[in-house]
């Protein structure tokens, strides 16, 4: 059976619901409850995601939150006693469409201007640092040193295990089939071990947030898209430092993982569903396009291979926010696959906005759940 009573509940163990419970430990809130569906932690989107961690954001508040956020990570082992394998090997955004150069120049002084280190190059300098990569129809490239990638199930257990010596409960194979509201204020839930009653109920549910929403009647724009990762076996000729390679307009990357490469593309025209049934007709996309990109990679095997769920909001912006309307309803969803890079921040900030009202550290307006009556900027760095 789950606790009777709590004072926060929060809906999914994924990596931003552990850290917001780890956040609002640390403030010294109790009595924090997590529930998840599955028998463990970081099930879903969070265990299956590349791990990608990149700063090159087109909107300040993003690239704010992903510049605290990989200081964080930098810092993990030692302040969260949990060693996640951070590979600052930089991340290269590859641009071949003349509008995509303007967005990514735009974007460029942006970073810069906020005290990133990014770096913009033309195709002579690729060919000279990455030969392997064929620039032919390249036209400009961005690269930031300090990006990299990270085992995105250590840190969502570094986050379980420190909210655990605070104090949190985490409560497995536990799902929520129902919210209790009464006079517009979040009363708890109902789980299939059980009632909890609690007046803050959070939900971290990523793919799953539209259905949380339901259960209050309320409508989380929140769609899941299918997203598959390959992995080759052994592949000595691509070094250990090479950077996870973005190729940007065909949606294409790749990066190292282990002695093998791990490479993935989206697939623009696959309509939403929770499907996470891996597709091998589509596998020979992703090895047709990286060849054409990276000619060497017509050696590589393919060995395995996996599907996630991308949780994706008309704008790809995040909905970090209180919702209007039902006192005590949180929601920290919508990452369009940018959830695991910035979950050091989102904790915290989800930490602010349920302890002190509002968010402190960060200027999240961009991130309210009403923003979609209005003209909205949005997100444009999407892969």
């Not at 392997?132 to 379980?160: F, H, K, M, Q, R």
């Not at 593309?265 to 047709?288: A, I, L, Q, R």
């Not at 960060?362 to 979609?372: A, G, L, M, V």
């Amino acid at each position: 059976m789950v606790p009777p009573k709590a004072n926060v509940v929060i809906i999914g163990a994924g990596v931003n619901g552990l850290s917001t419970a780890y956040h609002l430990a640390l403030k010294g809130v109790k009595d924090i409850v997590v529930v998840e569906k599955e028998k463990f932690i970081a099930a879903g989107s969070t265990g299956l995601s590349a791990g990608g961690i990149r700063q090159q954001f087109s909107t300040e508040v993003n690239i704010r939150m992903a510049m605290y956020s990989v200081k964080k990570f930098e810092r993990f082992k030692e302040e969260m006693d949990e060693d996640i394998s951070f590979h600052q090997v930089g991340y290269l955004f590859l641009l071949t469409d003349p509008e995509d150069v303007e967005l990514f120049r735009q974007s460029y002084n942006l970073q810069r201007s906020l005290g990133l280190e990014v770096e913009w190059l033309g195709p002579d300098e690729v060919r000279k640092r990455w030969p392997y990569i064929n620039t032919e129809d390249v036209l400009a490239a961005t690269y930031c040193p300090t990006d990299g990638y990270a085992d995105p199930y250590s840190v969502a257990n570094g986050y379980a295990k420190q909210a655990r010596r605070l104090g949190v409960k985490i409560e497995l194979e536990t799902e929520v089939t129902g919210i209790k509201v009464e006079g517009g204020k979040v009363k708890g839930v109902e789980t299939t071990k059980g009632p909890i009653e609690a007046p803050i109920v959070v939900n971290t549910a990523g793919p799953y947030a539209r259905l949380i929403g339901k259960m209050i009647g309320v409508d989380i724009p929140v769609d899941p898209y299918r997203r598959q990762v390959f992995i080759t076996d052994a592949f000595p000729d691509i070094p250990p430092d090479w950077p996870m390679t973005i190729d940007f307009k065909y949606h294409w990357y790749m990066r190292k993982e282990g002695p093998g490469l791990l490479m993935g593309m989206s697939d623009m025209t696959e309509p939403p569903s929770f499907n996470m049934n891996v597709d091998w007709s589509f596998m020979e996309k992703v090895v047709e396009h990286g060849v054409k990109r990276i000619p060497i990679l017509e050696k590589a095997r393919i060995m395995r291979g996996w599907a996630g769920l991308y949780e994706v909001t008309p704008d790809s912006q995040p909905i970090i926010d209180k919702i209007p309307g039902i006192e005590g309803f949180y929601c920290a969803v919508g990452f369009s696959g940018h959830g695991f890079m910035l979950s050091p921040a989102t904790g915290l900030v989800m930490s602010e906005l349920i302890t002190e009202g509002k968010a402190v550290t960060f200027d999240i307006t961009e991130f309210r759940y009403n923003r979609f009556t209005e003209e909205i900027k949005g997100e444009k760095h999407v892969i």
